[in-house]
């Protein structure tokens, strides 16, 4: 190396015009294109294999190439560098709903809550794209990928199937009424009113089942056939509730005349077992046919029969929430045209006094959420909100003032020929009866009423001494008759499977059993 660098001579630059090129063959352009190491090589072949200079030119090569390799690294990591600081400083993608393609290569597309028709990258198939799934689309607002469906978005109630199969939604509080697409996933999907749905973040598709809502289990969309002439013994009640409710029906130009005030509801109540639900659901199957006989018009009826524990929940603001909801369904279905029914049995529990104690907190909100409810109530709209209760007198006073349930209804146990009532229906025609119906009715509840010592039900005890007693009688009520007959009839039936022949419901048969369940207590009354 030092032999060369002694041997180099001081370099005389050429005039442009008598440049020669090494090589001699090769033009000046020609010259320009090659890299600095292939000019190396090229001097090099063309000297001759002893020169003295060779080794020199091989130790410039190798730092040519050195430099070279330098050079071409340096020029890669600034082209990376490049590509970064180009994808940061370009604007951000969009996210949006495919909706559905609208060409060969364009795509309706939602961002953002607008519609946009976009070009579609031609990589992405359109097929490959389906109604509801998300895309991403630059800053021309062409899809350039297809991303997955949505796994988050807010839920809705279902109100209605149009034919078309898109749903419609909204009825409730807060939310504006929509009609919605299903989503490719839920094409084939058997939906129902009632159902909760999620939908995509631009609220334009359905996009899944999240569940079933709790309103429709509770409503019975057509009540059973239930004539007054299927309740015994409750003339007086039944009297009540039809000049309670189907007369103001009936004749609502006369009461609009008087301006009368119409009731928008009334309460059931009386000891168990004594026909509050029963005359709760006949109110809704007779004003039907009442409606129907005297105007030809026959409005369906809508019952949505609720017992108030079911109401009652833990969270926070649930039971108001269920509250309003049946309020809200009433009336829905009130607007369709139906008769709607709001029958909410065993109410003290969830319209109780306000006072201290376990679920108070939810009731001091409860009482007054449903009041509200029923000053929105306009009368004669077709909703008709019945309570039952056997604790009336728990019930706050709020809600059975004037205005709101200020028509009480007693529903008494049955007299003795309201009992005999009741036993004629249950000891029906069809039966084997074993003498004429009315007949073994009477008989039966002659038995039944009878003041003997084996139909003594409570022995009561005064402080001054004197004993009283209550018979099987006074403790009557339609569930306890109802009951005597099924007996009888399950003893009847095991007399025939043991006979082998058919054995008749007879007196002794149901009086038998309508003393089974008697038990003789002692209760002792600390004042006479
Ligand atoms: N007056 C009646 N006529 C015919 N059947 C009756 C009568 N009262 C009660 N029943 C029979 O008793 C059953 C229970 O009656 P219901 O459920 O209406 O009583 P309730 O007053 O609502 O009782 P609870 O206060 O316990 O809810 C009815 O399904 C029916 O079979
Ligand atoms: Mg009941």
Redesign the pocket.
């Known amino acids: 190396m030092a032999d060369s660098k002694k041997r180099a001579t001081p370099k005389v630059e050429p005039s442009p015009s008598e440049a020669k090129p090494p090589g001699g063959m090769l033009s000046h352009e020609e010259m320009e294109s090659l890299s600095a190491l292939q000019l190396v090589d090229l001097i090099a072949s063309e000297l001759p294999a002893q020169h003295p200079s060779l080794m020199d030119l091989i130790y410039l090569r190798d730092r040519v190439a050195a430099i070279e390799e330098m050079n071409d690294q340096a020029r890669q990591a600034l082209e990376k560098l490049d590509e970064i600081v180009e994808k940061l400083r370009s604007p951000a993608f969009r996210v949006g709903t495919f909706l559905m393609p609208v060409d060969n290569d364009k795509a309706h597309v939602c961002i953002g809550g607008t519609d946009y028709v976009c070009r579609v990258d031609p990589k992405i198939p359109l097929v490959s794209l389906q109604m509801g799934q998300r895309v991403l689309c630059n800053e021309a607002f062409a899809v350039v990928q297809g991303l997955g469906f949505d796994r988050n978005g807010p839920i809705v109630r279902i109100d209605e199937l149009l034919s078309d199969g898109r749903l419609r939604i909204g009825q409730e509080a807060g939310l504006m009424s929509l009609v919605l697409l299903r989503s490719a996933l839920l094409v084939k999907e058997k939906l129902k009113p009632g159902m909760e749905v999620r939908l995509d973040v631009n609220q334009r598709v359905a996009l899944e089942v999240i569940g079933m809502g709790k309103r429709i289990e509770r409503s019975l969309e057509t009540v059973t056939e239930l004539p007054w002439s299927?309740?015994?013994?409750?003339a007086e009640a039944v009297q009540a509730i039809r000049d309670t409710i189907e007369l103001p029906f009936l004749h609502r130009d006369l009461f609009k005349r008087f301006e009368h005030n119409v009731p928008k509801g009334f309460l059931?109540h009386?000891?168990?077992?004594?026909?509050?639900?029963?005359?709760?659901?006949a109110t809704a199957y007779n004003l039907r046919q009442q409606i129907k006989e005297r105007t030809g018009v026959d409005h369906p009826e809508f019952f949505l029969h609720v017992k108030g524990p079911e109401i009652l929940n833990m969270w926070v603001g649930e039971s108001e929430r269920q509250v309003r909801d049946l309020f809200i369904q009433c009336r829905e279905r009130a607007r369709d045209g139906a008769l709607a029914f709001l029958f909410i049995?065993?109410a003290e529990s969830i319209l109780g006094t306000r006072r201290a104690g376990r679920y108070q907190s939810i009731l001091s909100t409860l009482v007054p959420m449903f009041c509200t409810e029923m000053d929105g109530l306009e009368p004669l709209q077709n909703v008709v909100v019945i309570l039952?209760?056997?604790r009336a007198d728990l019930i706050d006073p709020a809600i059975l003032r004037p205005g709101r349930i200020d028509r009480k209804i007693k529903?008494n146990r049955?007299d003795q020929p309201?009992a005999q009532?009741?036993y004629e229906?249950?000891l029906r025609e069809t039966l084997p009866l074993a003498e004429p119906r009315a007949d073994l009715a009477r008989a039966v509840t002659e038995a039944h009423f009878a003041k003997t010592p084996s139909n003594q039900f409570l022995e009561i005890v005064f402080r001054s001494g004197r004993k009283d007693f209550l018979y099987r009688g006074d403790l009557a009520?339609?569930?306890?008759?109802?009951?005597v007959v099924e007996r009888a009839k399950s003893f009847a039936i095991k007399r025939s499977i043991e006979t082998h022949q058919e054995t008749q419901l007879t007196r002794k048969t149901c009086c038998m059993h309508c003393s089974a369940s008697t038990r003789r207590t002692t209760c002792s009354r600390p004042r006479t």
Do not use: H
């Open positions: 299927a309740i015994g013994g409750q059931l009386g000891p168990p077992g004594c026909g509050k639900t029963l005359l709760g659901k049995d065993e039952a209760s056997n529903v049955p309201g009532a009741i229906i249950y009520s339609g569930a306890i008759i109802a009951a």
